[in-house]
């Protein structure tokens, strides 16, 4: 057998055993798990580049060694998430039998708590950006279910309003509550504004590069 006939029949055999429901859930555990690296990546590859070459000190290497880190650790978390989500999602659906709402809320805490539970900067973004999102949902769902009034006008522009008086006032005052990340943004926007030697660090940088030295 050649090795296009040894291809075509280990591709028929995978793509056979993709087509067979009893394997449906651990396949579906597999697929999330690649979904979850894949997802990490195009989410953290991006924003670290951003804030690396940014705000972050050093040499070329060790800042594009800091992105790939922090690319690898958010790819990994999600998809360690995932899989593990799912692998309790369906533990939980085979020991009851159906599938009820609890089991989505207890299969993500018992994931939370494994991936997301350790107190680092990426797990802090990624939680905050969970909450603003929850806050949003649950909100939307207070309303739907009538146990708070629909609004009679448009709240957005309250909220916008809270938010940002809330987060310059802890600048401002109490900065070092921020999240590290988020200090360096607003510094930059903030405080690096209010400095300015002449015409070179006032449009064309936003501080004076450093002397050559000899």
């Not at 649950?138 to 009034?149: F, M, Q």
């Not at 943004?185 to 002397?211: C, E, G, Q, T, V």
């Amino acid at each position: 057998m050649g090795a296009k006939e040894m291809f075509r029949t280990l591709l028929y055999t995978v793509n056979s055993l993709l087509q067979q429901r009893k394997y449906q859930a651990a396949l579906a555990m597999v697929k999330g798990f690649r979904n979850g690296a894949v997802y990490g990546a195009k989410i953290r590859a991006p924003h670290a580049l951003v804030m690396t070459f940014l705000f972050r000190s050093g040499s070329f290497t060790e800042k594009l060694k800091a992105i790939a880190r922090a690319t690898y650790i958010h790819s990994r978390a999600l998809a360690y998430f995932v899989f593990t989500y799912k692998g309790l999602m369906a533990l939980q659906s085979q020991i009851q039998g159906k599938k009820i709402p609890v089991q989505s809320f207890l299969a993500a805490c018992v994931g939370g708590w494994l991936v997301f539970g350790e107190n680092n900067n990426i797990n802090s973004q990624i939680n905050m950006y969970l909450l603003s999102r929850i806050l949003f949902g649950l909100s939307r769902l207070a309303v739907e279910k009538g146990y708070i009034p629909e609004p009679k006008q448009d709240p957005f522009p309250f909220f916008a309003a809270l938010v940002w008086g809330i987060v310059l006032w802890l600048f401002e005052y109490h900065r070092h509550t921020l999240q590290p990340s988020l200090q360096s943004s607003m510094a930059y926007l903030y405080d690096d504004s209010n400095s300015w030697h002449d015409i070179s660090d006032f449009l064309l940088y936003n501080k004076r590069p450093a002397p050559k030295q000899s």
